[in-house]
């Protein structure tokens, strides 16, 4: 199982920064860079201690292990002809990781004001 993980651990090594900043691309004439928030993780683990889970007089051993993540394409860099760079957000990656934000500070102001009047 640990062979299994440090296998794994190495594998995605640099797998964040590979994805972070994708390849260039040119559209129109402007040199394009696409940013992305990228995070994923991994996890393991087994038990295997003596009585752990004993059936019929036996020992029986249990691992198990699982991954995730995700990518959330923020924008990207864009270089135009006279070699100016400039980042360009995504508007609705922009708006989907702002709706929290704005809903927490909805409830704050609620409950402030609420216990303003009593």
Same mark, same amino acid.
């Given at each position: 199982?640990?062979?299994?993980?440090?296998?794994?651990? /190495?594998? #995605?090594? %640099?797998?964040?920064?590979?994805?972070?900043?994708? !390849? +260039?691309?040119?559209?129109?004439? /402007? $040199?394009?860079? !696409?940013?992305?928030?990228?995070? #994923? @993780?991994?996890? @393991?683990?087994?038990?295997? $201690?003596?009585? &752990? %889970?004993?059936?019929?007089?036996? *020992? $029986?051993?249990?691992?198990?292990?699982?991954?995730?993540? #995700?990518?959330?394409?923020?924008?990207?860099? &864009?270089? %135009?002809?006279?070699? *100016?760079? +400039?980042?360009?957000? %995504?508007? =609705?990656?922009?708006?989907?990781?702002?709706? !929290?934000?704005?809903?927490?500070?909805?409830?704050?102001?609620? @409950? =402030?004001?609420?216990? *303003?009047?009593?």
């Amino acid at each position: 199982m640990t062979e299994a993980l440090s296998s794994l651990a /190495e594998t #995605f090594k %640099n797998v964040g920064v590979a994805r972070a900043y994708g !390849p +260039a691309v040119t559209v129109d004439g /402007e $040199e394009l860079v !696409p940013v992305a928030l990228v995070s #994923f @993780g991994f996890g @393991g683990g087994g038990a295997s $201690e003596a009585g &752990s %889970n004993i059936i019929d007089g036996g *020992q $029986e051993n249990a691992a198990g292990g699982g991954g995730g993540g #995700f990518v959330l394409p923020l924008g990207v860099y &864009s270089r %135009n002809a006279a070699g *100016q760079v +400039a980042f360009r957000p %995504n508007t =609705i990656a922009l708006l989907a990781c702002l709706a !929290p934000l704005v809903c927490a500070v909805g409830y704050t102001v609620r @409950g =402030i004001l609420r216990a *303003q009047r009593r």
